[in-house]
Structure formats: structure tokens, C-alpha cells
Nanobody
Framework: QVQLVESGGGLVQGGGSLRLSCTAS?????????MGWFRQAPGKDREFVIGINRSGGSTSFADSVKGRFTISKDSYKNTVSLQMNSLKPEDTAVYYCAARPGYYSTSYINDYDYWGQGTQVTVSS
């Protein structure tokens, strides 16, 4: 059973930056998996934020985070990171790391087999 653990959330002022990390609790898991970050704001559906393919050579992202968020993968450290810059109050949400078997990340929640417990990101205005 794959377990993903997110860290790095917190409270930040608008315009600031945060870096989230996602680590697998067992095995060299990231090599066979594409990874994604999703978020869920209060009263809203969970939505795709950004993803990275299995090799780490290609990323995809939601229009709302274009130019502000980046994703990276360190298979040696078994970690996927989300760098968030120029944060806005509307980025406030619980952020989830997810893994799916296959080469490419997708924006569809049901494509992902494994999920972390989430980490809260709050951006003040």
C-alpha cells in the first residue's frame, strides 16, 4: 500500500511563497508513477493544480497557476515538490498530492490511485 505524506503548508501573506513536499512512505515509488497536486477550497470541489509525468520531463498545470506554480520530482529523495510563488488569497485551500500508474499526469481525480492526507495553505490579503 502506497502512502503519501504532504508537508510545508501554512499561513502566508499575499504575494509570498510556499513550498510543499510530498513523500512516499514506502519504496521507490515515484519512478513508476505520474504525480499531481490538487486542491480543495471550503465549499468547492477538488480541482487539479499541476502535474508531472513519470520521467519528470513534462508538466501540466491549471490556467489559474500558470507562471506562479512549478512542480519538480526528485526520484532519489522519493519526493515531489510544489513551489508556489506570488500567492493570492484565492489559492487558499487544502492541497493534496496524488499518484497514478502510467506515464502522464492528468487533471482527472479518478485517474489517481493514491492520495495524501492534505496540507492546509492559507493566503492572507
Amino acid at each position: 500500500q502506497v502512502q503519501l505524506v504532504e508537508s510545508g503548508g501554512g499561513l502566508v501573506q499575499g504575494g509570498g511563497s510556499l513550498r510543499l513536499s510530498c513523500t512516499a512512505s514506502s519504496g521507490p515509488i515515484f519512478t513508476p508513477f505520474a504525480m499531481g497536486w490538487f486542491r480543495q477550497a471550503p465549499g468547492k470541489d477538488r480541482e487539479f493544480v499541476i502535474g508531472i509525468n513519470r520521467s519528470g520531463g513534462s508538466t501540466s498545470f491549471a490556467d489559474s497557476v500558470k507562471g506562479r506554480f512549478t512542480i519538480s520530482k526528485d526520484s532519489y529523495k522519493n519526493t515531489v515538490s510544489l513551489q508556489m510563488n506570488s500567492l493570492k488569497p484565492e489559492d487558499t485551500a487544502v492541497y493534496y498530492c496524488a499518484a497514478r500508474p502510467g506515464y502522464y499526469s492528468t487533471s482527472y481525480i479518478n485517474d489517481y490511485d493514491y492520495w495524501g492526507q492534505g496540507t492546509q495553505v492559507t493566503v492572507s490579503s
